[in-house]
């Protein structure tokens, strides 16, 4: 069974570009999630999605980031205009059910230039 | 959810026994303790759980004290590839948000 895939693994681009991160879950789990580290600071929760329906983005950190997940599958997290904060290392993780084991992959590195 | 408190890094040798403290001295009674790992340049792992029992899986066992104050995590036979940085995280499961909050970890060194 595929686990949780992430893309791209790494991206570059300058200040005020955009970024599109894509993440696509374990199939058939309704849950999914974003994180982030960014340099030398801990891991940092961001969003909760149930199916496509977000149910606590209290982690995002400023109205430069969208999530979505049309249809209840992948997830995407748009940054734009990207700032220099914003490099760091973007983790998505999916579970089954709300309460469960958090299934990660293996993480979308951002840099800003 | 309660904070945790862990040694900020340990050395094993391998084929020995890891032995990694966490401190939760806050816990309250629906609150169960998590601990994953994060491998270099990998997502974080899930690990084990528990709430008041000793647990024990394939990966390793979870040893929490009668007044859930502490837990030791124990990896009973280290390998080099178990060098990673290992964290424990209190979480009611109940919490809508389902988030998990991580803090510094232990950065476990396995050496030859």
């Known amino acids: 069974e595929a686990g949780v895939t992430q893309f791209p693994s790494h991206s570059v681009i300058e200040k005020g570009q955009t970024v599109t991160l894509r993440c696509d879950p374990i199939?058939?789990?309704?849950?999914l999630y974003w994180y982030r580290r960014v340099m030398g600071k801990e891991i940092k929760f961001l969003l909760h999605?149930?199916?496509?329906?977000?149910?606590?983005e209290s982690g995002m950190p400023n109205n430069r980031f969208l999530a979505e997940r049309t249809g209840g599958t992948y997830s995407t997290l748009k940054v734009q205009p990207a700032e220099l904060e914003d490099s760091g290392v973007y983790f998505c993780?999916?579970?089954?059910?709300?309460?469960?084991?958090?299934?990660f992959g293996e993480g979308s590195r951002l840099t800003v230039l | 959810d309660a904070k945790t408190t862990q040694p900020p890094s340990m050395d094993c040798a391998e084929g020995r026994a890891a032995n990694l403290p966490c401190n939760h001295s806050t816990i309250s009674g629906n609150e169960y303790v998590y601990w994953y790992r994060q491998i270099h340049s990998q997502g974080p792992q899930y690990i084990i759980h528990g709430l008041k029992n000793n647990e024990t899986n394939e990966m390793a066992s979870l040893i929490i004290t009668e007044d859930r104050k502490s837990s030791t995590l124990i990896l009973p036979h280290a390998t080099l590839r178990d060098t990673a940085v290992y964290y424990c995280?209190?979480?009611?499961?109940?919490?809508?948000?389902?988030?998990?909050?991580f803090g510094g970890g232990t950065r476990l060194m396995v050496k030859p």
């Open positions: 995280i209190v979480r009611a499961t109940h919490n809508a948000g389902n988030m998990l909050t």
């Open positions: 993780a999916s579970s089954l059910q709300v309460a469960g084991e958090l299934f």
């Open positions: 999605f149930v199916k496509e329906s977000k149910q606590d």
């Open positions: 199939s058939g789990h309704d849950n």
